[in-house]
């Protein structure tokens, strides 16, 4: 099969450090090329893949900021459609900035919708492309939204050997991803200190975000039992997360997917989180860790973490959330597409 993948321009395939979408549309791509397809990505020129890679700019966009992400988008859209009668199928990943050409180019496309759905704009947005073919990346990510024309629900997946699993784990609770008010690093540090015990928080902080670093974040750093590192790339993730006794995943939004969970499944490290979107689509209550609803159950999960078996979290990553899983549902969804595109055509 012939397959585009259209990536975000902003960080790289994958990315260098922090960018969930990215990071699973290489897993994607290398997984579809592994299995004999005739990939081509569309994204920036410093992303690495077997793939063929087409692009408009030669960096991703968080490596200058000077860029116009609007300009290079549209061109990168200009090169997909100089190109799009060569493919099968195309998938895109970039939110909605394709639907009016799409619409119109007869070809066989689909999206991936990355985001959440919550948003009021969207009302007017799908109201007006309520035929386009889209995929959710869980059930509850739909809920907002329940009419859209889902193609199925596809979770993320990982290459099963991307990271090693930790048997022992270690003794600090961890918190990785990113700084912001929907992702509650201050739970996180609330629940490590009422637990009494050390936390680990690895986390970029975005332009948008720095307020709120510096004057809630911040100040309750100087806990000891606090250490804020940073952000941390691919190589230095496996360590963090096998290294630590549980994942802290205390959000207060509706999260699509949340790409960290099965990162830390797959090192066999357990997830404390609270009942939010995709939350108990991706934990197993009891098995691969616990959902809770305050900051109390947080702490009584955090004192029962030796009850999950970690082997149990691997074997749950490998069976429910490989990318080799993925790519297979993913398939099945192209080739209904494509048969569907055959048959209006005829």
Known sequence: MKIAQVAPLYESVPPKYYGGTERVVSYLTEELVNMGHDVTLFASGDSETKAKLISPVSESLRLDRSKDPIIYH???????????????????????????????????????????????????????????????????????????????????????????????????????????????PDRAIKIARKAGIKLKIAAKVDKIDKEYFN??????????????????????????????????????????????????????????????????????????????????????????????DRRMCRKVFENRFSVSLMAKNYLKIYNNIIWKYAVAAV
């Open 74 to 184: 549209t061109l990168l859209l200009e090169k997909v459609l100089q190109n799009i009668e060569s493919f099968d199928i195309v998938h895109f990943h970039i939110d909605c900035m394709h639907f009016p050409l799409v619409r119109r180019c007869g070809a066989a496309h689909v999206t991936t919708l990355h985001g959440r759905l919550d948003l009021p704009d969207l009302l007017s947005l799908y109201k007006e492309f309520y035929e386009l073919p889209v995929v959710s990346i869980s059930n509850s990510q739909r809920e907002p939204l329940p009419k859209l024309n889902y193609q199925g629900t596809v979770y993320h997946g990982l290459p099963k050997d991307l990271y090693n699993f930790n048997e022992t784990g270690g003794k600090y609770l961890a918190f990785l991803g990113r700084i912001s008010p929907e992702k509650r």
């Open 215 to 308: 004057t809630e974040i911040k100040p309750l750093l100087k806990d000891p039992k606090i250490e804020f590192i940073g952000e941390i790339g691919e190589k230095e993730k496996g360590k963090f997360l096998g290294n630590a006794l549980a994942l802290l995943f205390p959000i207060d939004w509706l999260e699509p997917f949340g790409l960290v969970m099965i990162e830390a499944f797959a090192c066999g490290t357990p997830v404390i989180a609270y009942r939010c979107g995709s939350v108990p689509e991706i934990v197993d209550d009891t098995v691969t860790g616990f959902i809770v609803d305050d900051i109390k159950s947080a702490v009584k999960a955090v004192g029962n973490i030796e009850k999950i």
